[in-house]
């Protein structure tokens, strides 16, 4: 399967735990996104890496939030001390220079 | 700052009744508009991309337009399984890194 790979697919945490979400890209794809999806709601932007280079991070994006692109390959989203407020579809998207996203199937956050 | 306004929220159709959903946007400096579809618990699969006014793109009984103001994905003689939530994003040409999502239209296709 060529395609974007998120893990885990589902995660339960408690309140004020930390999570960690992996992104393995289309090998071919320079550009990653992470963005979040919460139920009725389109995905909202998060971050974005162009090889290992993070080049743009949301202003609603807290400091409990961290991503990372090491050597520009897989990717990893960090969450410290969660809250029940970050329960949510993280997705990990990855693109070309044309532009069109290229989505994971997604790693659901509940934090109870 | 970029913004991305889908209508309706909600459509019900009966198999073969045809329709079109609305994206409207702001955007400074259209790079490219995106529409995507989603399934439950899945990611977005794209769909379209149109890139300056009076564009149109086809893919079966989809069809994607273009104005300076808004786009319409028009479906012709929909069926079940065309059932899903359409997604559109807008990419500014000044922000070449993220897309701007609207909330979508979740479209039920009846037999």
């Known amino acids: 399967d060529t395609g974007v790979s998120q893990n885990p697919r589902h995660k339960i945490t408690k309140r004020g735990q930390n999570v960690t979400f992996r992104c393995d890209p289309i090998?071919?794809?320079?550009?990653l996104y992470w963005y979040r999806q919460t139920l009725g709601q389109g995905p909202e932007f998060l971050t974005y890496f162009q090889n290992e280079a993070q080049l743009e991070k949301s202003r609603l994006l807290s400091d409990r939030f961290s991503a990372e692109r090491p050597k520009g390959s897989f990717s990893t989203l960090e969450i410290q001390r969660t809250e029940q407020g970050d329960s949510a579809m993280y997705l990990c998207?990855?693109?070309?220079?044309?532009?069109?996203?290229?989505f994971g199937e997604g790693s659901r956050l509940t934090v109870l | 700052e970029d913004q991305v306004t889908q209508s309706p929220e909600a459509l019900r159709l009966q198999e073969g009744e045809s329709s079109s959903l609305n994206c409207s946007y702001t955007?400074?400096?259209?790079?490219?508009l995106f529409w995507y579809r989603q399934d439950p618990g899945k990611g977005p699969e794209f769909l379209f991309t149109l890139y300056s006014a009076g564009e149109e793109k086809e893919k079966e009984r989809l069809k994607a337009t273009l104005t300076k103001k808004e786009s319409f994905l028009h479906i012709t003689a929909p069926k079940p399984e065309d059932s899903a939530t359409y997604l559109c994003a807008v990419q500014a040409g000044t922000n070449a890194g993220k897309s701007t999502f609207g909330d979508g239209t979740t479209l039920t296709v009846k037999p």
């Open positions: 090998s071919e794809h320079n550009r």
């Open positions: 998207a990855t693109a070309v220079e044309t532009g069109e996203l290229f």
């Open positions: 955007v400074s400096g259209l790079r490219g």
